[in-house]
Each structure stands twice: as C-alpha cells, then as structure tokens.
C-alpha cells in the first residue's frame, strides 16, 4: 500500500492460472459490489500525459489490460483552488503485474502509456449522470512539482 497524506492508495494483486488451453487472469479479492460501471483508456500514443482529473467523492480502481502507465497521484487540499505546490507521488503499472490500483476520493490523477496499444480498464463507484458534479480538471502545468 501507499500511504500518502493520510489516505491510503492501495492495491489489491491478482495473478494468473495457466494451462494447455491459455491463460485466465484474475483479481478475485476485488469486491466489487461498489463499481457502478467501467470503461477503458487506450491514449493514441506514448508522449500523451492525460490529466489532471480529480474527483472529491467519487473513487476509482485501475486495472493495466495491456501495456504499461505511469501514474501520477495528487492528494488535493483544496477543491476550489489546490495549492499549487502539492507532493506528488509517482508510480508505474503495467499488465505483467496483474494489479488493481485503488485511488480513493479526494485525489487527482495523471498518467502517460509507456508502451504503444497500453489500455487501462478504469471502475468507478458511481454512475455517469453522477460524473458532471464530481469532475475537477486543471492543465497539465498547474501543479508546479509536475515534470
């Protein structure tokens, strides 16, 4: 787990079973009786950096289909105008991993694929109309700590 600001993003590891027919990959300790619905990221290249995007209630799991991201996270202190010299924590995640990624609420998100046709399958804990009243974005630039 990774401790930052209080808030625990944590992670919850799969793995594979393999046999004469292919492979099942898995994360059967994922419950998901919260997720409310998903969809995939599949950015059109590797120089992409997609964020900033927050979100202060709702939560979100990540999940690596294919490829490689670096994920950066941002704890936000303030959801009208977030300091701008906030810590930002820095990881990497990728498919061989078999590795669900929680980010609770309360954080902002920013993530670049590492390996052409990456795909991130995202889950969320609330529905679609819900997203317009939970939705925080500021430019790449606006967190100074950012390289």
């Known amino acids: 787990m990774l401790k930052i600001d209080n808030s625990i993003v944590s992670t919850i590891q799969g793995g594979v079973a393999k046999d004469h027919r292919g ?4 994360v059967n300790d ?4 919260l997720v409310k619905r998903f969809y995939v990221i599949k950015n059109n290249d ?8 927050g979100h202060k209630i ?16 941002i704890h936000i202190d303030n959801w009208e105008k977030p300091s701008v010299d906030l810590g930002i924590e820095h990881m990497f995640i990728n498919s061989s991993e078999m590795t669900l990624l929680n980010v609770p609420a ?14 991130l399958l ?6 679609l109309a819900h997203a317009k009243f939970d939705d925080y ?9 950012f390289v």
Not at 46 to 53: A, S
Not at 137 to 145: G, I
């Open 23 to 26: 492979e099942i990959r898995f």
């Open 30 to 33: 994922f419950d998901m009786s």
């Open 46 to 53: 590797i120089e992409l950096v997609r964020g900033w995007r």
């Open 58 to 73: 709702e939560q979100r799991w990540f999940y690596v289909l294919s490829g490689a991201f670096s994920l950066h996270l």
């Open 106 to 119: 309360g954080y902002a998100t920013a993530f670049r694929a590492l390996e052409a046709n990456s795909e």
């Open 122 to 127: 995202v889950y969320a804990d609330y529905e």
């Open 137 to 145: 974005t500021w430019p790449l630039e606006y967190f100074s700590n």
